[in-house]
């Protein structure tokens, strides 16, 4: 069973997606506030796959954390925000994520972005 | 070289009042001052005769020499020099009066004045006097009355009658060089003007700066400067020849003369000059002020122009920071209404994924729906470079899809089509027709229909020539659609908040089609 991280300052919406994939049938590490949480449990966890946010708690934003997780960890990183000027989606492309999802998320495309991405429930 | 420029300037002034130009002289070439040294003889001469030298002075050759009764005495450019002459030599000359420069050369050939001021050396007048060099050179210059045509030189002149000075040494050299011209001798140089002002005479010959002094002095302004007699007068001081100490005395004191002297002497007749020519200093002063208020104000516009330009740029500047601190907080507040929204649409997702009854999951996926429709419009403007309209053509199929994907994966069952105008139209109007396109794939995906397979939901949306939009909904195979309790809220949204009007068509067989026709600028000038 796969292991995925959710990065998710909203509470809320940390808690659907996750339970939203537990249903799916995936495992999910403790949701993630905050780029430094972030990068520490990819280190602890390795998880198989990163959902990312681009606005996080407390300074790091997504962008940079992801660029950090990158430096050791292959696992591939969706990002998902509502931002889509231009500034901040080539900014999160220049790490060559798995996909960038624009909310409100279509939890059926994330479900088939994974499957392609052979990360297995 | 001073001495003769000044003399030009003098001269100039002089020519311009008689409207000519080009016929002036210079004054001799200047040399360096000697230091006077009389030998001995000299001295003891000049000691015998101190206070015996008679001179008489010319009363009407002014500027040169003439008598000037405010000043109550002889002035004169040339009477200066001959007072410089006096105190080099410290004596003075015992001054006798006399009315014509004619009486004058007549005392001195019969040997009664030792000296002659202002002459010029001729033949004649070198039999009973010697001269000392040249101290002033001026051009004599032919004088005609403005209406009558000009004459050029000596020659123009055969004929003619000319009026000249008695004994002059222009009279002299014209007689014996052209007998053709009919020479009337006057007494002055007023006298022979004054001839060619009242047409007694043709023209008259006299040096130019006499004629500009007495044309303004006399006030006659029908004269004019016509030609040049080509003899000019080199003007000299004269003493008897049969005292050759005095000779050589007098060419010793002129000698001495300093170049500073000369333009002292100069100076004090060009202010003369310039005192009566004050009327064309006076415009040249104003020239100079005109100018010079032009440049002031010219300056003064340069330095406006630029700090406007200055101010325009700091303001344009100052909008430019201030509309993009705007667009920035328009682009926050899109994205945290987004958020927001992402937030309800998390906590219906949930709530669905707990509740066991089937009507309520139903319920709250219709409100998930139309919160999806909200969300997706302020995702739309978030990426829009307008922050106020979104293209239908690109918001309405992608909400479609949104909603079909989110029915546990009905994309896969209903295939949709659309063929869609580009509109762009504002949010207001962009929300309501998410919220009528989330009702319609609600009943499509809740209704029952004839055939799972290839089931198809067209959407169309076309401009008609009153400026209107018609939005068309169809699903063909839907042989029952469902009646979701948003169904009322359909029609309430077409009329009430889009102000149009919605055609519903249900028929079982035939599937339902819906027809929405509303105006986009319902909502035009709103803030």
Redesign the interface.
Known sequence: MSRILVVED?A??A???C??LQ?AGHQTLPPAATGDRAIKLAMEHKPDAILMDI?LARGMNGIEAGRTIRGFSAAPIIFTS????EDITSQALSLQPAEYL????????LKNLLAELQIRA | MRTKAGLSFFLVGVASSLMVSGLLSCSPEEKPANPLVLDQAESAWLQEYRGKLLFAPDPFYAPFEYHDEQLGGTTGLMHDYLRLVEEKLGIRLVRVRMDSFEQILSLARARHLAIVNAVTKTPERSRFLDFTEPLVEIDNVILVRKDRPPVADLAGLEGRKVAMVKDYAVTEYVRGKHPEIMIETVATDLQALLAVSYSLADAAIIDLATASWLTQKQGLSNLKVSGNANYPVRLAIASRNDWPVLTSILAKATAAITPEERQAILNKWLILEDTQNDTLKRFYLILVALAGAFLVVAGFMLLWNRQLTWQIARRTASLDQALAEKETLVLELHHRTNNALNVIISMLQMEISAQPDQASCQAMQGILNRTMAMGLVYQKLDGASRFTRTDLADYIPELASLLLEAHDGSAARIRLEHDLASANVPYDIAIPCGFIISELVGLSLSGTRTGEAGAAVSITLKHTDDHGLILGYADTTLSQPGDPPGRNLLTMTAEHQLQGSIQFNQKPGTGLTCTLHFQDDVYEGRI
């Open positions: 909203e809320i919406v808690m659907s997606l339970l939203q249903q606005n509502g931002y889509t000027n624009v909310k409100p998320l279509s939890f059926h495309r």
